[in-house]
């Protein structure tokens, strides 16, 4: 790489501030606008295929119901199901769930995390939840799970539901607070209000959950330097285990994106990169300051011993994950999977006896190789050791040039074998990750 190269790629990172449509964040790789119906096959051959009973199983379950569609929410989730509709997907679920238990792939093999994501898991009834959680053991049990982790939002939950969640095993709860202005919940069409996020909280502390953790976007329609104070203020007061803070971007599939396109305007109406980055930043400082410790990008963690987030680890560590339910996608032996993106596509596929797998990606082993080590870096550190031994590639000296850049710019710095990201470079990772992207993969729509 040439001076005029590592110019430019900076140029390209600090070029605009604004927060404009897309995906910024990355969560997983290849990225996702390269999976394709046309090797949805690939993925049901390998599930009739052994697994490897040394790679760590996991399984993440999609509920798709909400109260309401938050403006910038990009996920497949449905409004406008009533009981009938929901206890048949539960039961589309947990057949899916006793046809993959059934498969070579699983084989026996014992899930070390579940992880239920929505959509809103905690819109469904304490009735609902134990039917689901009774289906899904029935045939791929829970006695060697690590960790169950579960979504919700504060207004739909009580005492008696969150006390059976803890008596069903979850052991992480995750509250999606995302802020306790209750006007700004409101412009952002989120369905709770503070008043309900208290009391939640104190239920669930009832409860007596190893692990809760809270949810807070940066940037959210409507946010103010004082009101993001106030934020990191109320959190701090509420001591929870552990606190994520997502910076807002906007995908295409959002509400805040359609009124973009109709008013002619490519910047959002939210807060600028280098802002939020600021804020998110000011409340790593408050947190630490209070004794959490930052463990990746996103997360402060209040006892780092005690308190682990599995499904994150794990999955970034490279395990296998099944996919339950609409839309979800997993991982499995070498290739990335989705399912039907509508739900009743989905449900008419499983119970109709049929694979609900709509696209897929076999990946090679260049192409994990490159999956962890962007995931992996969003943690803020890394060791070659693991990479080597794995898949005999070093990657201090693979992305030697990218590295020599960052670490120039002031974000990472390298000692021996452990990379380490700067609070500055840790900010952005997202944005740094994609210079480690295989030529083919730069550039794409979707991350």
Known sequence: MNDNDANHRLDVISASEQTEAGNYFVSNYPPFSLWSTDHAQTAIDRFDQP??????????????????????????????????????????????????????????????????????????????????????????????????????????????????????????????????????????????????????????????????????????????????KRCIDQTLRLDPDAVTIYQMEVPFNTTIYKRMKEEGRLAAPVAGWSTKRRWVREAFEAMEAAGYEISSAYTAVKDAKRVRFAYRDELWAGADMLAVGVSSFGHVGGVHYQNHHDIEPYVSSVLGSESPIYRALPVNDEELFVRQWVLQLKLGRIERGPFVK???????????????????????????DQLTFTRDGLLQVDRLLHAFFLPEHRGVRYA
């Open 51 to 228: 697994g490897d009973e040394d790679v760590t199983l996991g399984m993440y379950v999609h509920i798709p119901f909400c109260r309401k569609r938050c403006h910038f929410c990009y996920f497949r989730v449905y409004t406008d199901k009533n009981k009938d509709d929901i206890r048949r997907y539960m039961d589309a679920v947990i057949d899916e769930t006793a046809s993959l238990a059934s498969k070579p792939f699983v084989n026996g093999r014992r899930l070390k995390f579940v992880y239920f994501g929505g959509g809103t898991p905690s819109y469904l009834s304490d009735k609902q939840l134990h039917y689901l959680f009774e289906g899904l053991q029935s045939s791929l049990p829970w006695d060697g799970v690590d960790e169950v982790a579960f979504e919700c939002e504060p207004g739909t939950l009580n005492a008696k539901k969150l006390t059976a969640l803890k008596q069903m095993g979850v052991t992480r709860l995750s509250l999606g607070i995302e802020n306790f202005d209750d006007n700004i919940l409101e412009i952002n069409n989120r369905a709770h209000r503070s008043k309900q996020v208290y009391a939640a909280y104190q239920w669930a502390r009832d409860a007596g959950f190893e692990h809760i953790n809270v949810d807070l976007i940066a940037g959210m329609l409507g946010e103010t330097e004082d009101n993001w």
């Open 390 to 416: 794995r898949f005999g590639i070093d990657p201090f000296e693979r992305f030697a040039d990218t590295l020599r850049e960052y670490e120039a710019s002031g974000h990472l710095s390298i000692d021996d």
